[in-house]
């Protein structure tokens, strides 16, 4: 990052615990974890943006259930 800024995030208690755990478990500070998964979450969806075909809620038709009722 070429320049930090400050911000205050309020967060619900239940996230705050979660990411706090998370971060633990991946030996991060909180602040670095948050930013961490700001991250990978803008870069893949700047990769969405870039890709050609859409990552969700593609143009194949749902599969259909087949008719295996008992006769």
Request: proline share 8%; glycine share 2%; net charge negative.
């Amino acid at each position: 990052m070429d320049e930090d800024k400050r911000i205050t995030l309020r967060l619900p208690t239940d996230l705050h615990e979660w990411l706090a755990t998370q971060a633990k478990s991946a030996r991060r500070s909180l602040n670095s974890e948050i930013v961490h998964r700001l991250e990978v979450e803008r870069d893949a969806a700047m990769a969405d943006a870039e890709s050609p075909s859409p990552r969700f809620g593609s143009s194949c038709p749902a599969p259909q259930e087949s008719d295996s009722s008992p006769t």
